[in-house]
């Protein structure tokens, strides 16, 4: 179930997403740069990425790579940064126009934060790279869902249709866990679940607190309600009289 676009416009130009976007976008051509003239794609993700052994061995020299990798992705294909990117575009708007762009900007990190230190300790012996933005963007989901849970969202799913937030973000959040449950004790490279989920609960507790001073926007509701008015008919067909009073007489629409 692929989320496509959501019915909640933006009351101001979401400045932070923009710069999110373009700044992962940039960063994934660097990537391809680097590897077009030789450099080795796994020494790019073991330098950049967050490697949680190198982290426990070496915290102060790794610890910067938890924000490098935050904006990193598999530079094998679009798919990966493609799809994050479409999740931050449809939902990250919103939570930017609740939050304020400072705010907004330190809630990201912070969920990426969360997100790197679910991976860490689920298995902190791993050599294996996390790179992507995906850990940060499960926090924007959780926020999203938190502020605008029945907020319309058009998904598609073999064909195109309409569900409230939350359970698009629902489904988000138990196909990683489920997926996690399954990864447990496996060793090799593939989807950073954990991750996921740290960041998913980190956007879930975090929400709360960025959230305090600030006034929640009413969003419209699913299913989207639909005008109900009719033109009255002509001639007074099918009016109910005014209570108390005679039927008016008919007028046959021939003489």
């Known amino acids: ?41 796994q020494r790019l993700l073991t330098e950049y990425g967050l490697v949680p052994l190198r982290l426990l061995q070496t915290p102060l020299d790794a610890s910067w790579t938890v924000l490098t990798s935050m904006f990193m992705h598999d530079p094998s294909g679009w798919l990966h940064l493609g799809g994050n990117m479409l999740f931050l575009w449809i939902f990250g708007d919103n939570v930017e126009d609740a939050l304020g762009r400072g705010r907004y900007l330190a809630f990201y990190l912070l969920a990426g934060l969360g997100a790197a230190a679910a991976q860490f300790f689920i298995d902190p012996a791993s050599h294996i790279p996390m790179v992507g933005a995906s850990g940060a963007i ?24 309409e569900l409230p937030a939350w359970i698009v973000i629902l489904e988000y959040f138990a196909a990683n866990l489920f997926n996690a449950l399954g990864a447990i004790g496996l060793r090799g490279g593939g989807v950073a679940f954990f991750a996921h989920l740290g960041g998913f609960v980190a956007g879930l507790f975090l929400i709360r607190g960025f959230m305090i001073g600030r006034s929640r926007r009413k969003s419209p509701d699913w299913p989207k309600k639909r005008s109900s008015s009719r033109r009255p008919p002509p001639n007074g067909w099918g009016r109910m009289p005014p209570s108390g009073s005679r039927p008016p007489a008919r007028r046959w629409p021939f003489p």
């Not at 373009?22 to 051509?29: E, G, P, R, Y």
């Not at 319309?152 to 249709?161: D, E, S």
């Open 138 to 161: 499960s926090g924007v989901l959780a926020a999203y869902g938190s502020l605008y849970p029945r907020a319309p969202v058009t998904v598609f799913f073999g064909l195109f249709f």
């Open 1 to 41: 179930m692929l989320p496509v676009r959501d019915h909640l416009p933006s009351r101001r130009t979401p400045v932070v997403t923009y710069a999110l976007i373009a700044l992962n976008i940039l960063t994934f051509v660097w990537m391809r740069a680097l590897i077009t003239a030789g450099y080795p794609p």
